[in-house]
């Protein structure tokens, strides 16, 4: 679904340049577990693909049990890095303390929420966010169910609901922006904190409606209308490069992050993943369809990087 890219040569001089230059020590053997935010996923999943051409002896896996599952495991030390598309909650904080687990939260891309409706869909051009949060507050549920309901002109036909599970980043944010409370939605809809079977609902439903990164929007033009969206500022927006960046695409746009276990980043493979990780991030982000950070947000990320990796022991291979 999303690009294959080839960055073996940077990978290996980034991998180089981590363990000192030499040739030997490039060769490194372990396992790295990331799981977490289905829409963090494409980018983990590609950057992983790259990693394990160059380096055979990591075994990379990348999960995708959305950002509320990943944090489940990545608290327990059950994965080394988790994908999230929010910042960690104040009760995942406490799990973690209080199974010794420290980590630090990196910010590697941009995305903007895409709303989307099936191509047959002739009659949605645009949608406020008073109308969205119309659709999706939890008193909508059993009420609306038409799209007239949204705006008499419409026609008197159902409306079909596609979101994220209540376990993904992407619900607590788009509730908290659009029904005004994290959590606060309608439970009648397909709920999935897979994204592709989002698209694929939507994709096959003419009354379909849904929302989800923009990447999954951007690999399925040909299957999705994206629908532009009012702030209440009279312009209509669609997420694009410069519109998450300018923040014009308001409220729906929002920061991705990895969150890296400190006991694994003292693991020499793990440490060459993710300086890579921030090393091509900017390129990778944009290919996949995200959006890049400022170039002084990529340093200020490095920088906590090697500070944090500089405190750690490091384990021998």
Not at 30 to 51: K, L, Q, R, Y
Not at 58 to 74: I, M, Q, Y
Not at 133 to 162: C, D, F, V
Not at 195 to 204: F, I, P, R, S
């Amino acid at each position: 679904m999303f690009k294959k890219l080839n960055y073996s040569a940077v990978l290996a001089t980034v991998i180089l340049a981590s363990c000192g230059g030499g040739a030997k020590e490039s060769k490194l053997t372990g396992t790295i577990a990331i799981d977490g935010s289905s829409t963090v996923f494409p980018i983990s999943e590609a950057m992983a693909e790259e990693f394990r051409a160059v380096q055979p002896g990591v075994d990379v896996t990348v999960g995708e049990s959305g950002t509320g599952g990943g944090f489940k495991k990545f608290t327990r030390s059950e994965i080394d890095i988790c994908d999230a598309s929010r910042p960690i909650k104040d009760s995942e904080m406490k799990d973690a303390a209080a199974n010794n687990v420290n980590y630090l939260e990196l910010e590697i891309a941009y995305d903007g929420l895409a709303v989307v409706v099936n191509p047959q869909n002739t009659w949605v051009d645009k949608l406020t966010v008073s109308e969205l949060k119309m659709i999706w507050e939890p008193a909508a549920q059993n009420t609306i169910k038409m799209w007239n309901q949204i705006r008499p002109e419409w026609p008197a036909e159902e409306i079909h609901l596609y979101g994220a599970g209540t376990a993904s980043g992407t619900y607590d944010y788009f509730t908290e922006e659009i029904c005004g409370e994290k959590g606060a939605s309608r439970g009648d809809y397909t709920a999935s904190e897979n994204d592709n079977q989002l698209v694929t609902g939507v994709a096959g439903d003419k009354g379909g409606l849904g929302y989800f990164g923009m990447a999954y929007y951007e690999n399925n033009k040909d299957k999705l209308k994206i629908v532009p969206i009012d702030n209440g500022s009279g312009n209509a927006v669609i997420p694009t490069n410069e519109t998450v960046l300018n923040k014009s695409y308001s409220p729906l746009s929002r920061p991705l992050y990895i969150y890296i276990n400190l006991n694994a980043l003292s693991k020499p493979e793990v440490k060459a993943f993710i300086d890579f990780y921030l090393e091509q991030a900017a390129t990778l982000s944009k290919e996949v369809g995200y959006v890049p950070c400022e170039q002084q947000i990529y340093d200020a990320q490095k920088q906590k990087l090697q500070e944090s990796a500089a405190s750690l022991p490091t384990e021998k291979k």
